[in-house]
């Protein structure tokens, strides 16, 4: 069965479109390829709970602003819901949280670690020794991450780029907030929502599911064009994402095949097994393609880079595509079929091990490359 989209368009900045009686859609611009997120409105007996916020940026700010007269009907917003941490989610969730004075609800771990790069800076730890052994050890040739930590300085001090500053340093962001936690129960209007929670593309990413609707507000979790980010970050050089990643699939293959699912980028579909059964095979056949790669020669992450994305990447999407890449080679040393070894020049080379790949193999037969690594 194919995905289908009830929607041909996303609704217009500035304006709602209701998808069931309480549950409203609205987008906020995004700059980049993407060119938007996706928000949703919910809708209780006196006031709305926002689920995400758009970027922290003036223009989203403004966009708001006509939301809250024209979209609200004189309530009042009561709780913001913020899907997982990333700077397209969080952007304004200090703003509306200090406008109606109410609360912000995330799980505990996006809470934290959205607040620590509210203070710390998105890429500020490039830099660090650890940043430095870290891309080093993935392949990453040293002039480059000097180039990359100037990138990063401009960035920060750039003070006419409203949307680059505020992917690096969120806005005000609450300084409290209510916990989230897997399987708690929202009760809003005349609906419930369990709160059903993923791993991989941030640490303890919430999805919103109403079962009485058969609506899931699915964030970044489940998208139904584009592949979310999955990477090993210098924050946790030893992480393993994509096993999450791919046991929230799995987990997620338990809810029920007619749901709409609303996700944060591209349109509201049906078809949610399907999808998850496709990334599922494309991330397994990523893997496939990263074990023939390693045969005649041990590998770096870097020179994986080809085997995953076909295009000439910028700095920053390599950086990206570099993290994914060993996001890939994590989840198969955990598996046992590569083995990664530190050479004398400081670089972390793989290996197949597994001596049933010759089997398995299918040279050839792979998925084209992606284009570009995702920023969401
Ligand atoms: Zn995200």
């Known amino acids: 069965m194919a995905l289908e989209y009830p929607y041909q368009d996303h609704p217009p900045a500035g304006t709602t479109v209701e998808v069931v009686p ?11 390829s993407l060119t938007h997120i996706n928000l949703y409105l919910l809708e209780d007996h006196d006031g709305f709970y926002v ?4 970027l922290g940026n003036p223009e989203t700010a403004e966009l708001w602003d006509e939301i809250f007269e ?5 309530k009042p917003v009561k709780g913001v819901i913020c899907t997982h941490m990333h700077p397209d989610h969080i ?8 406008k109606f004075r109410c609360p912000l609800y995330m799980t ?17 730890h490039h830099s660090s020794w650890l940043g430095e052994q870290f891309y080093h050890r993935y392949g990453m040739p040293s002039d480059f991450m000097e180039k990359m930590a100037a990138m ?5 001090s750039s003070k006419d780029n409203a949307a680059a500053q505020a992917m690096v340093m969120p806005t005000a962001f609450p300084s409290g907030y209510r916990r989230l936690e897997d399987g708690d129960l929202l009760t809003i209007g005349d609906h419930d929502w369990v709160v059903e929670v993923g791993s991989g ?39 393993n994402p994509l096993k999450v990643w791919m046991e929230s699939h799995d987990k997620f293959l338990r809810t029920p095949e007619r ?7 591209n349109l509201p579909f049906h078809g949610i097994r399907e999808r998850l059964r496709d990334l599922i095979a494309h991330h397994e056949d990523r893997m496939l393609a990263i074990e023939e790669s390693c045969v005649e020669e041990p590998r770096t992450a870097l020179d994986l880079l080809p085997v995953l994305f076909k295009r000439d990447l910028d700095p920053r999407q390599k950086m990206m595509a570099l993290g994914e890449a060993i996001a890939h080679c994590h989840l198969l040393m955990h598996r046992n079929r590569i083995e990664r070894r530190l050479d004398e020049d400081g670089r972390y080379r793989f290996v197949s091990v597994d001596p049933d790949l010759a089997r398995r193999a299918h040279p050839g037969q792979h998925d084209a490359p992606d284009d570009q690594p995702m920023v969401v």
């Open 201 to 239: 593309h941030s640490p303890e990413h919430a999805c919103l599911h109403c079962h009485s609707l058969g609506i899931m507000i699915s964030g970044d979790q489940i998208l139904p064009v584009i592949t979310s980010n999955v990477s090993v970050h210098v924050t946790e050089p030893e992480a």
């Open 259 to 265: 749901t709409l699912v609303l996700p944060a980028h």
């Open 152 to 156: 990063w300085q401009a960035r920060v």
């Open 70 to 74: 024209n979209e609200l009907g004189g």
């Open 51 to 54: 689920v995400d916020t758009g």
């Open 108 to 124: 505990r771990a996006e809470y934290y670690q959205a607040k620590s790069f509210s203070s710390m800076g998105f890429g500020s």
């Open 91 to 98: 952007g304004q969730a200090g703003m509306i949280c200090d």
């Open 22 to 32: 309480g549950v409203r859609w609205l987008t906020m611009p995004l700059g980049g």
